[in-house]
T-cell receptor, first 116, second 109 residues
Framework: GAVVSQHPSRVICKSGTSVKIECRSLDFQATTMFWYRQFPKQSLMLMATSNEGSKATYEQGVEKDKFLINHASLTLSTLTVTSAHPEDSSFYIC????????????FGPGTRLTVL | QKEVEQDPGPLSVPEGAIVSLNCTYSNSAFQYFMWYRQYSRKGPELLMYTYSSGNKEDGRFTAQVDKSSKYISLFIRDSQPSDSATYLCAMGPGNQFYFGTGTSLTVIP
């Protein structure tokens, strides 16, 4: 149980385009979903926390107009990288929690974004 | 000071060895402690989840939490080449979790 999927697993795009990444909880309803980015040999950096039906809470330094997060249902959250630039190239990982706060997080397999 | 400190390694051990991975933290409010395993280019996979102090065992893996020392450990017995991965500790008070930088482990056949 507690499987989280992400799509696509890998995307290459041109600078200036927008990219949408989907995160789905396959066998449970996720009250809270999290979006992280990870640079090579570095730990996860939390970008934002989203609760179904409400606006995402962004971490300091993360531009909410650039990284649009939509958590439309209890099983789906999307991250859209708008007007992507090469510095946005990274590994983006989502996670989902069964309940708010105290529950553990289950991670998706990640999406490798390369912006040319 | 970082919330969570973890030695990045790399750590290299022969097959069959006992591996000890550790993290320290500074916030005494942390109650929830997790260990994740992450293979290259994959998302983290939950290995162990512990609430408060004590030990938890699952197969070849044992997680220990010492809240008095603010120190957590993950032990891997009879290590296998398939255990080669990056191991991340994560912890928090419940409403937010903080991750270590990960320790890279290689088990040599």
């Amino acid at each position: 149980g507690a499987v989280v999927s992400q799509h696509p697993s890998r995307v290459i795009c041109k600078s200036g385009t927008s990219v949408k990444i989907e995160c789905r909880s396959l066998d449970f309803q996720a009250t809270t979903m999290f979006w992280y980015r990870q640079f090579p040999k570095q730990s996860l950096m939390l970008m934002a926390t989203s609760n179904e039906g409400s606006k995402a809470t962004y971490e300091q330094g993360v531009e909410k107009d650039k990284f649009l997060i939509n958590h439309a249902s209890l099983t789906l959250s999307t991250l859209t990288v708008t007007s992507a630039h090469p510095e946005d190239s990274s590994f983006y990982i989502c996670s989902a929690s069964l309940r708010e706060g105290t529950d553990t997080q289950y991670f998706g397999p990640g999406t490798r974004l390369t912006v040319l | 000071q970082k919330e969570v400190e973890q030695d990045p390694g790399p750590l290299s051990v022969p097959e069959g060895a006992i591996v000890s991975l550790n993290c320290t933290y500074s916030n005494s409010a942390f109650q929830y402690f997790m260990w994740y395993r992450q293979y290259s280019r994959k998302g983290p996979e939950l290995l162990m989840y512990t609430y408060s102090s004590g030990n938890k065992e699952d197969g070849r893996f044992t997680a220990q939490v010492d809240k008095s020392s603010k120190y957590i450990s993950l032990f891997i017995r009879d290590s296998q080449p398939s255990d080669s991965a990056t191991y991340l500790c994560a912890m928090g008070p419940g409403n937010q979790f903080y991750f270590g930088t990960g320790t890279s482990l290689t088990v040599i056949p």
